[in-house]
């Protein structure tokens, strides 16, 4: 049950409150709130959404004969039953307001305050979902944690993970996402972060938000509503951060390689495994106590790639702030899994595809290919467009080209109507390597992904070889998940690590 009342729901949205039938009081808790009306249990709130293609107004009827006790809606019971069919006289207590997605903000604003759980806020250009997992599994070695789900981190997903609080957590560690000026800021008004996490700034969005100084001050919202006692983790090697000494009046703490003396946890003796993720020593200084020893914790880092170590210093950043030992940090470093699409490891019996399809800018396509370069094996690259990168778009893409070339990757396949430009760069910068070791062996382009889905299946053993690393990364509108399930039918079994 939830520390929530149909009243203080009407409360924070400032709508008409309609009670009627058996659970008609003002002072009824209830159990649950969400969008989604198949989620919505026996107590629950339904608030009703008007969407592209589905209007949440059609599923009241049934969320109330599921047991549903309040529907937050943007339409009267009568314009209902006129528009989709839905009998009045079925509704029970009802919420009218003028914005049911404005009033799923202002309940989870609300919620928000009325909860003891401390929040991890983080949010950044690249690594975010990734570091949240990290940040998640190190802190719930002490602490019972509630997490992000997926990838809901916009201004529906943060208020729906608030509204998942309950009594008995004490962190709630919450991605935020944005896309332009002004969401960071509604987000943190939300969820008002005690800890604020920045994982770089890099070129994400910038058909908005124009540079990366636009997205340093876009991402910096995330400070208008941190607690007054709130703590800041940065990292320490990014540019835009590692200069930022105090933000309305709080020291920042520092995570990274050790390029500057600031940084408080810091890793370093990095030996890589490959695919089978690192180990490394985190060193780290108590900023309490300049004058003790600095800790020094071992851990393995299952998940591959040097980026994945800076996010484990993140997550020891944090722990630091809530008082985990060595041990714990080290605990909960090793039990981190891999989240599907973000360099999710798939072992087949004769290969091995690294899952990286949810999305992709230049840092972490960049990242992708140097964890592609470990591999000792055949190397294929897809790689598809990366969205939303403003005027510099075909700079950008052409950059990936050139970078998986000196990477040293055998096969590069680029999809896509931005991926001509990574194409044309690859094709050129292997002309420069005419005879010299490492030059691909093969260098394609598809205008789109129905193209390239019917060369794989003409024609799969040339594009492929047996034994091969195969690394699907492209934006998430881009669709590469249906090339990744075609290629785990077409290639074989559904082992995971």
């Known amino acids: 049950m939830m520390n929530l009342?149909?009243?203080?729901?009407?409360?924070?949205?400032?709508?008409k409150l309609v009670l009627q039938g058996e659970k008609a009081e003002i002072d009824l808790h209830v159990s649950s709130v969400d969008?989604?009306?198949?989620?919505?249990?026996?107590?629950?709130?339904?608030i009703a959404t008007v969407g592209e293609q589905v209007d949440g107004h059609k599923f009241i009827v049934p969320v109330f004969a599921q047991g549903g006790i309040l529907a937050v809606t943007q339409k009267t019971p009568e314009q209902v039953e006129e528009e989709q069919g839905c009998p009045a006289s079925a509704w029970g207590n009802y919420l009218l307001v003028e914005d049911?997605?404005?009033?799923?903000?202002?309940?989870?604003?609300?919620y928000r305050k009325k909860l003891s759980a401390k929040v991890v806020g983080i949010t950044g250009s690249s690594g975010k979902t990734t570091t949240k997992e990290f940040i998640a599994g190190v802190l719930a070695e002490r602490y019972r944690v509630i997490k992000t789900e997926g990838n809901y981190n916009n201004e529906i997903g943060v208020p729906l993970t608030l509204l998942r609080i309950r009594d008995e957590h004490e962190v709630a560690v919450v991605e935020m996402g944005i896309s332009d000026f002004g969401e960071m800021h509604r987000l943190s008004k939300m969820a008002r972060?005690?800890?604020?996490?920045?994982?770089?700034?890099?070129?994400?969005?910038?058909?908005d938000l124009k540079s990366r100084d636009g997205i340093l001050k876009a991402k910096?919202?995330?400070?208008?509503?941190?607690?007054?006692?709130?703590?800041?983790?940065?990292?320490?090697?990014?540019?835009?951060?590692?200069?930022?000494?105090?933000?309305?009046?709080?020291?920042?703490?520092?995570?990274?390689?050790?390029?500057?003396?600031?940084?408080?946890?810091?890793?370093?003796?990095?030996?890589?495994?490959?695919?089978?993720?690192?180990?490394?020593?985190?060193?780290?200084?108590?900023?309490?106590?300049g004058k003790t020893e600095p800790l020094r914790v071992p851990v393995h880092v299952p998940q591959p790639g040097r980026h994945m170590v800076l996010n484990a210093a993140a997550a020891a950043c944090v722990a630091g702030l809530f008082g985990l030992t060595g041990d714990e940090i080290r605990a909960g470093i090793d039990k981190v899994a891999a989240v599907n699409g973000r360099t999710n490891i798939i072992h087949l019996p004769q290969y091995t595809l690294v899952d990286d399809c949810y999305n992709a800018n230049p840092e972490s396509m960049r990242a992708a290919i140097e964890l592609l370069a470990l591999a000792e094996t055949e190397k294929v690259a897809v790689l598809g467009d990366m969205f939303n990168l403003?005027?510099?778009?075909?700079?950008?893409?052409?950059?990936?080209?050139?970078?998986?070339?000196?990477?040293?990757?055998?096969?590069?396949?680029?999809?896509g109507e931005a991926s001509r430009f990574m194409y044309e760069a690859a094709v050129e910068k292997a002309k420069e390597l005419e005879g010299a070791m490492g030059r691909p062996r093969m260098i394609l382009y598809f205008p789109h992904r129905m193209a390239l889905l019917e060369r794989l299946s003409s024609d799969?053993?040339?594009?492929?070889?047996?034994g091969s690393t195969i690394l699907m990364k492209a934006s998430h509108g881009m669709e590469f998940a249906e090339v990744l399930k075609f290629l785990r039918n077409e290639l074989g079994g559904t082992e995971h690590r």
């Open 460 to 466: 799969m053993g040339e594009l492929i070889p047996a």
């Open 35 to 46: 969008v989604d009306s198949r989620k919505v249990d026996r107590g629950g709130v339904f």
């Open 390 to 415: 403003g005027d510099e778009y075909d700079k950008l893409h052409g950059q990936m080209g050139v970078h998986a070339v000196e990477a040293g990757i055998d096969r590069i396949i680029c999809v």
């Open 193 to 207: 972060p005690n800890v604020c996490v920045i994982t770089n700034i890099g070129q994400s969005h910038l058909k």
């Open 220 to 289: 910096s919202e995330i400070f208008d509503y941190m607690a007054e006692d709130g703590e800041i983790c940065l990292n320490g090697e990014d540019d835009k951060l590692s200069v930022l000494t105090e933000i309305k009046g709080h020291k920042p703490h520092f995570f990274g390689w050790g390029g500057s003396s600031a940084q408080e946890v810091v890793a370093e003796d990095i030996i890589c495994h490959g695919l089978e993720g690192s180990d490394a020593v985190l060193r780290i200084t108590s900023p309490a106590d």
């Open 5 to 15: 009342t149909l009243g203080e729901i009407a409360q924070a949205c400032g709508g």
């Open 100 to 110: 049911t997605l404005q009033a799923l903000k202002d309940i989870g604003e609300a």
